[in-house]
T-cell receptor, first 109, second 114 residues
């Protein structure tokens, strides 16, 4: 059965304290690994698509990487406005997204 | 360029009633997917529509049905509402790129069943 697991469930950082979020996946015929940011009560905001192992993508303080079993979202020198829930999702041959439960990040000033 | 839009924003219904949620996809997108997100959980796939037909379906009962119109907009219908149907309902429209569907989400409809 296809599955995506994220860790940790919650993460508290001081402003400027870099860290990484983990996403482990078992998705048959993975076609894409997606990262989204979700603010409370809102829809997920698209961040990155990773297509193959070894690929990396960056956007401001965020960098996403992909291996054959895991993806990492690295946050460098975070700011309070980076506080949100970060969702990871895998997509196989069918095109539907299989989500993890998310990591809720809180960055304190 | 307008993104994905959904209506209504919030909805309160009574157990046993029926509800219809609406979605307009991002310009240029022809595939619409619906997801249910319970509080504190990741979104769960309900179904996907393409060319006005349901292309695939997740593990949801037949009380959940949908429709896609010629302009690619979509509706989600839920019959015989249960308390457990209370959730954020998300619509995503897709762009097929590099062998996968890059999905963009709307703001969601918060459904509360009392």
């Amino acid at each position: 059965e296809d599955q995506v697991t994220q860790s940790p469930e919650a993460l508290r950082l001081q402003e400027g304290e870099s860290s990484s979020l983990n996403c482990s996946y078992t998705v048959s015929g993975l076609r894409g690994l997606f990262w989204y940011r979700q603010d409370p009560g809102k829809g997920p905001e698209f961040l990155f698509t990773l297509y193959s192992a070894g690929e990396e993508k960056e956007k401001e303080r965020l960098k996403a990487t992909l291996t054959k079993k895991e993806s990492f979202l690295h946050i460098t020198a975070p700011k309070p406005e980076d506080s949100a829930t970060y969702l990871c999702a895998g997509s196989g041959n069918t095109g539907k997204l299989i989500f993890g439960q998310g990591t809720t990040l809180q960055v304190k000033p | 360029d307008a993104g994905v839009t959904q209506s209504p924003t919030h909805l309160i219904k009574t157990r046993g009633q029926q509800v219809t949620l609406r979605c307009s996809p991002k310009s240029g997108h022809d595939t619409v997917s619906w997801y249910q997100q319970a509080l504190g959980q990741g979104p769960q796939f309900i179904f996907q529509y393409y060319e006005e037909e349901e292309r695939q379906r997740g593990n949801f009962p037949d009380r959940f049905s949908g429709h896609q119109f010629p302009n690619y907009s979509s509706e989600l219908n839920v019959n015989a509402l249960l308390l457990g149907d209370s959730a954020l309902y998300l619509c995503a429209s897709s762009l097929y790129r590099l062998g996968t569907y890059e999905q963009y989400f709307g703001p969601g409809t918060r459904l509360t069943v009392t």
